[in-house]
């Protein structure tokens, strides 16, 4: 059998425990990876210690190079690492190297890293004196990455903070942990020292002794809301820095004026794209007025409907297999909890199976009419290729809508109208919007972050928020006296002048 290890200076050490790894499209164990304890994650602590100050040392356009050379790695090894993490996950292989691909993007934000160092400066600010800022790495800073995202949402944490100057440690989830391992020897091969960029796998052993660990600066983290709130009260009760993000409902808001061929499209991609395994899908959709719902859903139908599901390999699917046969059960459960609840089931999706692999954990696309605000399937986050139809008799009670959900990470509007577009952005109460957009994640050099029990902690993931979450900020007033070598003036802060 397979065993993964953690990748840190050193070596990974005795096995210890073990966690299956499944394969998704055949339910049986394809590899074990190594949970590690805090006794390890103390020595990759030690080693990251002991890298950092020189790598901070060494100068922004130096560590760029490193990402360039990194970018150009990673693509050269695109297939490698889209069927390793297709084999792990269940994504289809397209799905698979778009993850990998966004996760790039953030690098290539990283090539330019001196830039946006750059600090602050004013020249007077008083008699003599000079003030300026400089932003300094916090030291060494973790990464607590899910399952739904292996490439990205590590590449998303690890690339800003080393090209900072920080070393990084990465936990991924045990799920799917053999493309962090990889990424994290890329990293090396591209020129980066032992110790900035290590991984270590394991389970809440592991996280709690994260969190508690005094060397440790700051940890990122994406997973469920309620794990990140934990995360987030345990880390920021230690003194660290913690930025955490959670689940999401996003709604996408059908206007009468919108393109439905273009809608329909849209959703079957957002809604059941990576088997519905993302914190920015598209669960729920919101047509304004009864005639948008009818004819919403009349064109919805068939072309959910038309829908594959196939392995991960096979080219010609849309979406895989979920992670594993306990989440299987749970997006089922989903399911009958929402017809209980009295919404229409238009498609039902339980009981799919793919013949010659009859143990898989798929689950066919389902579709729900006639869903209500009050329904605790509507309230809570599904994680799978479920799409529930909410209809809104009007613009106002469709803003409400996610405006007032639990959960604020995005949402999106189709419509024509301009000036819709623009009232709807400016007051819907969500993080990140979409106009015309049904997955509105920002490009990198932009920032990414949900409002609400979305998010936890002030600073978002990527782009220049990213970089003032691994960074700190120093500033620093200089006086250069032009008086006599008796002492000349005394010194006034220039406030108080």
Known sequence: MRQIGHHIVGGAGGVGRLSDVLD????????????????LLDRAVA????????????????????????KRLVEAHMDEL??????????????????????????????GIPHVLKGEYTQGAGPG?????????IGIGVGITPFNFPAMIPLWMGAVATAVGNAFIL????????????????????????GIFQVVHGDKEMVDAILDHPDIGAVSFVGSSDIAHYVYERGVRAGKRVQAMGGAKNHGIVMPDADLDQVVS???????????????????????????????????????????????????????????????????????????????????????????????????????????????????????????????????TALELPSKHQYGNGVALFTRNGRAARE??????????????????????????????????????????GVKFWTKV????????DGAPDGGNAFIIPTMG
Not at 129 to 137: E, G, L, T
Not at 186 to 194: D, S
Not at 440 to 461: E, I, L, M
Request: proline share 7%.
């Open 24 to 39: 998704p499209n055949n339910g049986g164990v394809q590899a074990q990876v190594a949970l590690g304890d805090a006794a």
């Open 47 to 70: 080693a990251a210690k002991a890298a950092q100050p020189a790598w901070a040392a060494v100068n922004p356009q130096r560590r760029a190079r490193v990402m360039f050379e990194y």
């Open 82 to 111: 889209a069927q390793m993490l297709s084999a792990e996950h269940g994504k289809v292989i397209a799905d698979a190297k778009g993850d990998i691909q966004r996760g790039l993007e953030v690098v290539e934000f990283c090539c």
């Open 129 to 137: 004196i000079d003030v300026y800022s400089m932003r300094q790495p």
């Open 171 to 194: 936990k991924p989830s045990e799920r799917d942990p053999s493309v962090p391992v990889r990424l994290a020897e890329l990293f090396l091969e591209a020129g980066m020292p032992e």
């Open 266 to 396: 849209d959703l079957t991609g957002a809604a059941f794209g990576s088997a519905g395994e993302r914190c920015m899908a598209l669960p729920v959709v919101v047509p304004v007025g009864e005639d948008t719902a009818n004819r919403l859903r009349e064109k919805l139908v068939p072309a959910i409907e038309a829908l594959r599901v196939g392995v991960s390999t096979d080219p010609d699917a849309h979406y895989g297999p979920v992670v594993t046969q306990a989440h299987k059960e749970k997006v089922e459960g989903w399911i009958a909890k929402c017809a209980e609840e009295g919404a229409e089931l238009v498609i039902d999706g339980r009981g799919f199976t793919l013949q010659g692999h009859e143990k898989g954990f798929f689950v066919g696309p389902t579709l729900f009419d006639h869903v209500t605000p009050d329904m605790e399937s509507y309230k809570e986050e599904i994680f799978g290729p479920v799409l529930q139809i909410v209809r809104a008799p009007d613009f106002e």
């Open 424 to 465: 709807f952005a400016a007051r819907v109460n969500v993080g990140m919007v979409g106009i015309n957009v049904p997955i509105p994640v920002p490009v990198a050099y932009h920032t990414f972050g949900g409002w609400k029990r979305s998010a936890f902690g002030d600073t978002n993931q990527h782009g220049m928020e």
């Open 474 to 481: 120093k500033t620093i007033t200089a006086r250069w006296p």
